[in-house]
């Protein structure tokens, strides 16, 4: 398997909500006990946590973590350009336009 990639370097945010719809990841991500066959991207998203000031993890249903399933998408069909935080593809904004509610009560909690 690939390594967890994830462009956080340089963007000038020093806290940051995960959001995931795998509850034995963010599980594991906020024990950071080993599970593992995932244990490899886990290491990875600890690592990514360290260079935050504050990084918190939760659980979210599938249905409400489509920009992160468009992503992924887009990424496995190659159609997901390295500058994609900076200029996100018009679908993936449309996504976060409709989800932004959700993600701000979330963000107010943390």
């Known amino acids: 398997m690939g390594r967890f990639d994830f462009p ?3 963007l000038g945010v020093p806290d940051i909500l ?7 990841v963010v ?5 950071q006990k080993p599970v593992g066959e995932i244990q ?9 946590k360290r ?13 409400g973590n ?10 496995a069909s190659g159609s997901l350009t390295r500058n994609w935080v900076v200029s996100p593809p018009e679908l993936l904004r449309s996504i976060l336009r409709a989800e932004k509610p959700a993600s701000s009560q979330l963000l107010s909690r943390m």
């Not at 995960?18 to 034995?24: G, M, P, Q, V, W």
């Not at 490899?40 to 990514?48: N, P, Y």
């Not at 260079?51 to 249905?63: A, D, L, N, P, Y």
């Not at 489509?66 to 990424?75: G, Q, R, W, Y």
């Open 8 to 10: 956080h370097q340089n």
């Open 66 to 75: 489509s920009a992160a399933h468009t992503l992924a998408a887009l990424e």
């Open 40 to 48: 490899h991207l886990i290491q990875d998203i600890l690592a990514i």
């Open 27 to 31: 599980e594991a991500c906020r024990s």
């Open 18 to 24: 995960i959001e995931c719809d795998a509850l034995t």
């Open 51 to 63: 260079s935050f000031t504050s990084c918190g993890f939760t659980w979210i249903k599938r249905e």
